[in-house]
Nanobody, 120 residues
Framework: QVHLVESGGGLVEPGGSLRLSCAASGNIIGIYLMGWHRQAPGKQREMVAG???????NYADSVKGRFTISRDNAKNTVYLEMNSLKPEDTAVYFC??????????????WGQGTQVTVSS
């Protein structure tokens, strides 16, 4: 099976920073996209940031200039550095990868989610 292990969530004051990490393991042939989505209470899940193995990135307008996504292809790990955090960033953040698993097909895999709470 493919496993995604997330870490780095927690409680932070407005204006503070957090770095989320997500490490993928399992019989992975190739990872094509890595990224983060989030879901705030009462809202739909939304894309936050994504990155290809080549390093191309995309960000939601609401986080541009504040969040930075990066990856370590050798470690199958994706990071999300979150700076200048705002209360509206409060959400459960989910790691997602699009990958091919051995003896399977290309599809998305999701982590369990990690809570980020921005509050004073």
């Amino acid at each position: 099976q493919v496993h995604l292990v997330e870490s780095g969530g927690g409680l932070v004051e407005p204006g503070g920073s957090l770095r989320l990490s997500c490490a993928a393991s399992g019989n992975i042939i190739g990872i094509y996209l890595m990224g983060w989505h989030r879901q705030a209470p009462g809202k739909q899940r939304e894309m936050v940031a994504g990155i290809t193995t080549a390093g191309n990135t995309n960000y939601a307008d609401s986080v541009k200039g504040r969040f930075t996504i990066s990856r370590d292809n050798a470690k199958n790990t994706v990071y999300l550095e979150m700076n200048s955090l705002k209360p509206e960033d409060t959400a459960v953040y989910f790691c997602v990868i699009v990958a091919t698993e051995d003896n399977s097909y290309t599809r998305d895999f999701w982590g369990q989610g990690t809570q980020v709470t921005v509050s004073s």
